[in-house]
């Protein structure tokens, strides 16, 4: 069964770090878009970034740039959100998703509906 897992998720201060990750059962993500979306309580899932299997190219939604970076380790299989500089805003459930290889090519996150597999999700919660 195709499945994605992430972790990484907590608890932290404002200011702090985490760092997601996510890995694949059954199939190996090196060939997908990868793509890293959050929902907030009462707030509609947003696309937060993604990157590109091919040449590496991400995307970050503007409330993250230069706070958070997408990477890939294509031997480990695993995908990472890493996190910095965490603001309670940024509160919210953190899924991974894999979808085609050419949604990450156009400087705009893909849509929710155009990936193919996703994650069950980990919390994540910014407080002092």
């Known amino acids: 069964q195709v499945q994605l897992v992430e972790s990484g998720g907590g608890l932290v201060q404002p200011g702090e770090s985490l760092t997601l990750s996510c890995t694949a059962s059954?199939?190996?993500?090196?060939?997908?878009?990868i793509g890293w979306f959050r929902q907030a309580p009462g707030k509609e899932r947003e696309g937060v970034s993604c990157?590109?299997?091919?040449?590496?190219?991400?995307y970050y939604v503007d409330s993250v740039k230069g706070r958070f970076t997408i990477s890939r380790d294509n031997a480990k299989n695993m995908i990472y959100l890493q996190m910095n500089s965490l603001k309670p805003e940024d509160t919210a459930v953190y899924y991974c998703?894999?979808?085609?290889?050419?949604?990450?090519?156009?400087?705009?996150?893909?849509?929710?509906?155009?990936?193919?597999?996703w994650g069950k999700g980990t919390p994540v919660t910014v407080s002092s």
């Open positions: 059954a199939f190996s993500l090196d060939y997908y878009t």
């Open positions: 998703a894999a979808g085609p290889p050419l949604l990450c090519l156009f400087g705009i996150s893909p849509e929710s509906s155009a990936m193919d597999y």
């Open positions: 990157i590109s299997p091919s040449d590496g190219s991400t």
